[in-house]
């Protein structure tokens, strides 16, 4: 069966400018995470959604970060005024549960020059 | 303040010689605890969950087993495609996933 997909698989945008990220989760996955992985680290937790509300989004760094997921499926990471700082890889992970294992998508290497 | 430390950072292998890596954690409310595997440059690749102290779980080469303060990743005879870095998370009562930064497994011919 289908994975989760993100789109793009990469991105390089210039400082200052305005990015969306797209997450397709697994067909039937109610819980759907965005994290940020730097070069060397692991996952740094973002945000999650269990259906079409955000039930936490303490990770998210500033209010430059915003996600939605308007139909309970999809879902968008946006990021507005881009640093330098925000070049990572963006991974996407949905779950059946909450509280179950994740399966992620193949992630978006954002680039801010 | 929860944490999840992993250990060592690297280690380097010679195929068939067998070992194991380390995941201990310093949370409140453990709720599970995950093993993945990360390829270079590909999101995680989820391997088990261990739910309970004393629980294990075993894939082809690889064992997991979970204590009240760490797991650990067995790896029997491994070979060089066993090369990744894995990666161990908890889930907490809050729902938040906490990733540990990885081990770095190189498995030489």
């Known amino acids: 069966g289908a994975g989760v997909s993100q789109t793009p698989s990469n991105k390089v945008t210039e400082k200052g400018k305005y990015v969306e990220l797209r997450c397709d989760p697994i067909?039937?996955?109610?819980?759907l995470y965005w994290y940020r992985q730097s070069l060397g680290q692991g996952p740094e937790f973002l945000i999650y959604?269990?259906?079409?509300?955000?039930?936490?989004d303490s990770g998210l760094p500033n209010d430059r970060f915003f996600a939605v997921r308007p139909e309970g499926s999809v879902s968008t990471l946006k990021i507005q005024r881009t640093e330098r700082g925000d070049s990572a890889m963006y991974l996407c992970?949905?779950?059946?549960?909450?509280?179950?294992?994740?399966?992620f998508g193949p992630g978006t290497r954002l680039t801010v020059t | 303040e929860d944490q999840v430390t992993q250990s060592p950072e690297a280690l380097r292998l010679q195929e068939g010689e067998s070992s194991s890596l380390n995941c201990s954690y310093t949370v409140s409310g453990l709720r599970g605890l995950f093993w993945y595997r990360q390829d270079p440059g590909k999101g995680p690749e989820f391997l088990f969950t261990l739910y309970s102290a004393g629980e294990e779980k075993e894939k082809e080469r690889l064992k997991a087993t979970l204590t009240k303060k760490e797991s650990f990743l067995h790896i029997t005879a491994p070979k060089p495609e066993d090369s990744a870095t894995y990666l161990c998370a908890v889930i907490v009562s809050g729902n938040q996933f906490y990733f540990g930064t990885g081990t770095s497994l190189t498995v030489i011919p």
């Open positions: 992970a949905s779950s059946p549960l909450v509280s179950s294992e994740q399966y």
């Open positions: 067909s039937g996955h109610t819980a």
């Open positions: 959604f269990q259906g079409t509300g955000a039930a936490d």
